[in-house]
């Protein structure tokens, strides 16, 4: 059982940044691929941003140029920076991970952008 911790969300006005924290409860290392989600009111969770173990990175379009994932392997945390946010990015946002073959979850931290 891997235990994920979302932090980091709040409300921003658009054109602010945040950064979401995802805190791993166990070697992140061992993890493949890691990454974000969202899921907006009324619509389905959609992909945000991924990161393979060996570092490769991939994002949805909706994002790339604006959001960044990165990993603090010492720390045990996946951490997605947004910039340049758009009230249409507003959404719960979920850490998840492969590990073994099981995808795990976190229980979400809220994101708005005011317009």
């Known amino acids: 059982q891997v235990q994920l911790e979302e932090s980091g969300g709040g409300l921003v006005q658009a054109g602010g940044s945040l950064r979401l924290s995802c805190a791993a409860a166990?070697?992140?290392?061992?993890?493949?691929?890691m990454g974000w989600y969202r899921q907006a009111p009324g619509k389905q969770r959609e992909f945000i941003a991924g990161?393979?173990?060996?570092?490769?990175?991939d994002y949805a379009d909706s994002v790339k140029g604006r959001f960044t994932i990165s990993r603090d392997s010492a720390k045990n945390t996946v951490y997605l920076q947004m910039n340049n946010m758009k009230p249409e990015d507003t959404a719960v946002y979920y850490c998840?991970?492969?590990?073994?073959?099981?995808?795990?979850w976190g229980k979400g931290t809220l994101v708005t952008v005011s317009s």
């Open positions: 990161m393979s173990r060996s570092g490769g990175t």
């Open positions: 166990g070697s992140i290392s061992s993890f493949n691929p």
């Open positions: 998840y991970v492969v590990a073994a073959g099981t995808n795990y």
